[in-house]
């Protein structure tokens, strides 16, 4: 195929798409065939937050430069012998890594094109060659580059040298005017998972490569989404939410873990535990009123499935840690529709340290040296987790 023919069919096409008469092509052909190479169309594709494309539709084959400038960050694109076609088209000049297109000709008789950015980028141009519907085309690719200039392939190795620490959410349960639950001696659970954070904490900023952030620092009222909201921006890697039980007997004893459950609730008891932490919301006078779009957004949501399965696991070794330094109340993790651990894409679980209820227990509860051994039971299920999640 020559490449006038090539040409007079891409423009074919393109009149045809916008309703042009044949009269208009006949008399068209001859001068869009006698001059220079045109850009005709600029449309813009944004395929996700790190990645936009830009396809420039030209009438013929040209050749093309590309290079990019920063302060402020743009790239400038200069097609050969190029000329601006009168109904050039772009369908949109911003997306979460452009912020607009300018064109001018240059007295070489460039075209110049500046892509102005939003953030650094890696740019990737190719030409593409007429196929099917479409003429020839440059394609500009824009990746999102992190601020680190390291080369675009990077070994195993290296990837794991820049892996940034462990990021640990430790969420103490309740706080300021949501006491949770009370023992009988008065202990209350909020002052409890306060304490048992506390000593998490130091552990974890102990340990190398290991970071603690806390939902909450004092006796302080947060709003259960606004913990995992915090978590998130603090880009956690797990979430731990800590709390203490209580129950009308006060035989009923030991420590449970939860992860959160497609279906709300699996069991009956978990359902009445969820009902009742969920609940700190409504004490604290605001209404959490979105479980019903909790459920819906996380069936819709894969990764749910697979953030919950890590949870499983994480409550698991965590689970299997705290059977060591007391009893447990059920020996799996349990799965409930607890608010606080809804983030789809940060394990979380919910820790029930033991039973305020329970007279032992609470006792076991005030003390510090326990406290700090459940701190240290918590903590070396979730190193048992991430030693086993690396391999
Ligand atoms: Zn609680």
């Known amino acids: 195929m020559n490449r006038f023919s090539t040409t007079r069919r891409f423009f074919l096409k393109r009149f045809a798409r916008y309703g042009a008469t044949l009269t208009l092509l006949a008399s068209s052909r001859i001068s869009f065939a006698k001059s220079k190479p045109a850009l005709v169309g600029i449309r813009v594709a944004e395929t996700s937050v790190d990645h936009t494309r830009i396809v420039f539709d030209l009438s013929s084959g040209i050749e093309h430069r590309l290079f990019s400038l920063s302060k402020p960050s743009r ?124 000593k998490l904490k130091a552990l974890v900023n102990r340990e190398p490569g290991y970071r603690a952030v806390m939902t909450r620092e004092g006796d302080r009222y947060v709003v259960l989404r606004n913990r995992v909201k915090k978590a998130r921006e603090m880009q956690a890697d797990l979430f731990l939410s800590l709390h203490a039980d209580s129950f009308k007997s006060p035989r009923v004893q030991g420590a449970s873990v939860y992860a959160l459950s497609l279906s709300g609730a699996s069991s009956e008891a978990a359902r009445w535990i969820a ?20 459920i819906a957004s996380v069936l819709l949501d894969l990764s749910q499935t697979a953030t919950i399965q890590d949870s499983l696991e994480l409550g698991s070794d965590v689970l299997k840690k705290l059977g060591r330094i007391s009893k447990l109340n059920n020996k799996h993790v349990q799965q409930a529709g607890f608010a606080v651990l809804k983030a789809p894409d940060m394990p979380s679980i919910l820790i029930e340290t033991a039973f305020l209820s329970n007279p032992s227990e609470e006792r076991k509860l005030r003390s510090s040296k326990h406290q700090h051994k459940l701190a240290n039971a918590v903590f070396a299920g979730i190193k048992v987790h991430m030693k086993n999640r690396m391999i």
């Not at 892509?115 to 099917?132: C, E, M, Q, T, W």
């Not at 932490?277 to 019903?292: P, Q, R």
Request: glycine share 8%; aromatic share 2%.
């Open 275 to 294: 009902a009742k932490e969920n609940a700190s919301d409504l004490i604290g006078g605001i209404s959490l009123d979105d479980k019903d779009d909790l």
């Open 75 to 198: 790239i400038v694109i200069d097609l050969k012998n190029t000329r601006k076609s009168n109904a050039l088209t772009v369908n949109k000049n911003n997306t979460s890594l452009l912020s607009g297109i300018r064109s001018a000709i240059r007295k070489s008789g460039e075209l110049r094109i500046v892509l102005d950015l939003k953030s650094n980028v890696r740019p990737r141009s190719f030409i593409l060659k007429p196929d099917g519907n479409s003429g020839y085309r440059l394609v500009v690719d824009l990746h999102a580059t992190n601020l680190d200039p390291t080369p675009i392939v990077t070994s195993q190795q290296q990837r794991h040298k820049r892996k940034k620490e462990i990021i640990i959410a430790i969420d103490a349960g309740h706080g300021g005017r949501d006491p949770g639950a009370i023992g009988r001696k008065g202990t209350r659970e909020k002052d409890i998972t306060l304490a048992v954070a506390k």
